[in-house]
């Protein structure tokens, strides 16, 4: 079975840390761009950070620049989304996803991304 499986959320105070995985089921991931997407409720789901297949090209969207750090894993067919320095506005759902590419352009349409795990939630509360 094919799938992705996202892990790491949970409750955190506003300047903590977390640490997201994605774990890939049925196919390797070496193969294809990740991205870590979120949706807060009552809002489009939206791009966070991508990496290409290589590991080479990362992206992050300007609200979590700095704060954020994306990689990858091939050999345990994982990637890490590390998020410092949360904020209360970065509450939401998160999800992984595979894709075509890494970059502004591919996630402006989800047409460039495939499969999608589950989500996990990341709470930022006092």
């Known amino acids: 079975q094919v799938q992705l499986v996202e892990s790491g959320g949970g409750l955190v105070q506003p300047g903590g840390s977390l640490r997201l995985s994605c774990v890939a089921s049925g196919f390797t991931l070496d193969n294809y761009a990740i991205g870590w997407f979120r949706q807060a409720p009552g809002k489009e789901r939206e791009g966070v950070s991508c990496i290409s297949s290589s590991g080479g090209r990362t992206y992050y969207t300007n609200s979590v620049k700095g704060r954020f750090t994306i990689s990858r894993d091939n050999a345990k067919n994982t990637v890490y989304l590390q998020m410092n320095s949360l904020k209360p506005e970065d509450m939401a759902v998160y999800y992984c996803?595979?894709?075509?590419?890494?970059?502004?352009?591919?996630?402006?349409?989800?047409?460039?991304?495939?499969?999608w795990g589950q989500g996990t939630q990341v709470t930022v509360s006092s």
């Open positions: 996803a595979t894709g075509t590419g890494c970059g502004s352009y591919y996630f402006a349409s989800k047409q460039w991304w495939s499969s």
